[in-house]
């Protein structure tokens, strides 16, 4: 391990030891909130070109293992903890953190006060950050930050670029899936309900989506910035009435702007696992997990036929919205099931309910 630092697009300057990658990143630092559930965070495609600030106080403890990831590899671009643990205590683990980060090309840097940390970006909104090396001129990492914007090809990049199928025994639909980062955990969430999965790069024209005559459209979450994804806000309108439509996380956001409602950027968004969400139709809390940067403006909400389904209990924001008119429904949290028919792939079954396969 050797020497790094944090440096925070305002100024802040925190030092601390490196792990993972010997390498230099900049990118938008975002913070989690999960306690548990790391390798499931720093692999997910929504996580893409953000450095992560944990705020549970050990990362590591637990390593990683081979059927946990939710994408292929690593996608996060730098990793901020308080403590390190480089020595994992879990009987399934199959590899240390600090090895797989190195693997790909991700720096950490530990011994950081990031309830500190937190606490800036609470106070002072979502901002750019690197992870460098101690001897790095903070001068010149404040000029590479600055002239660092988010990528607008971050979907083209972790997109399939190739249609894959991900099938079950006795299925009784097929779901088209448009990827915009999609994870396995929703993959497997369709499959447990009997729906073979043709998974479809982002780009794809409305004639190849019809070719496999899905029974339904699902919409997956990624990272990006809505607005930089016209084609699928497209493809929305043009399928919407013709089949049932699910939206998760940024598949919400791209479905709320395709029916004419506004977007804007969250002073901080929400990352974790322990979010609080309130269900409006029976008033009911459930505690999600969200990846989030946007949320929708809920006055130009009002003007869409979409309606408010779920709000989160902290800030408001509306983060669940239903056209059933139309069959369309989406919620920006990422889905658990909940043994009920409110679960929302249960709703999307429901749906479907008409257009069964022989």
Known sequence: MNNKKLV?????????????????KVAELVYN???????????DPSNLEYIMVMG???????????????????????LVVRE????????RYTHELSEKMDENNVPGIAGLDTREIVRILKEKGSMRAMIANIETDTEECLKK?????????????????KVWYSRTLNYKYTVACIDLGLKKSLIKMLKDLSCNVVVLPYNSSIETIMKYKPNGLFISDGPSNPYDIENVIDTINTLKGKMPILGVGLGQEII???????????????????IPVRNLA????????????????IESLKKTKLKPTHQNVI???????EDLDNKVIAVQYNPAPTGDSDFVFERFIKLMGGKKNA
């Open 56 to 78: 549970y106080p050990v990362i590591g403890s637990y390593g990683l293992t081979d059927e946990d990831y939710e994408s292929d590899s690593l996608t996060i671009s730098g």
């Open 145 to 161: 930050i600055k002239e660092y914007s988010v990528p607008k090809d971050v979907v083209s990049r972790i997109s399939t670029k």
């Open 33 to 43: 909130t999960s306690v548990v559930g790391y390798q499931e965070a720093f692999s």
């Open 8 to 24: 925070l697009e305002t100024g802040e300057v925190f030092l601390g030891v490196g792990f993972g990658a010997d390498c230099e």
């Open 282 to 297: 029976n008033n009911k809390i459930e505690i999600t997990s969200q990846n989030d940067q946007y949320a929708v403006d």
């Open 256 to 274: 709320e702007l395709a029916y004419g409602a506004k977007l804007y950027k969250q002073h901080v968004g929400h990352n974790g696992c322990n």
């Open 84 to 91: 390190y643990s480089k020595y994992p205590s879990n009987f």
């Open 315 to 321: 800030d408001g924001i509306i983060t669940g919205v």
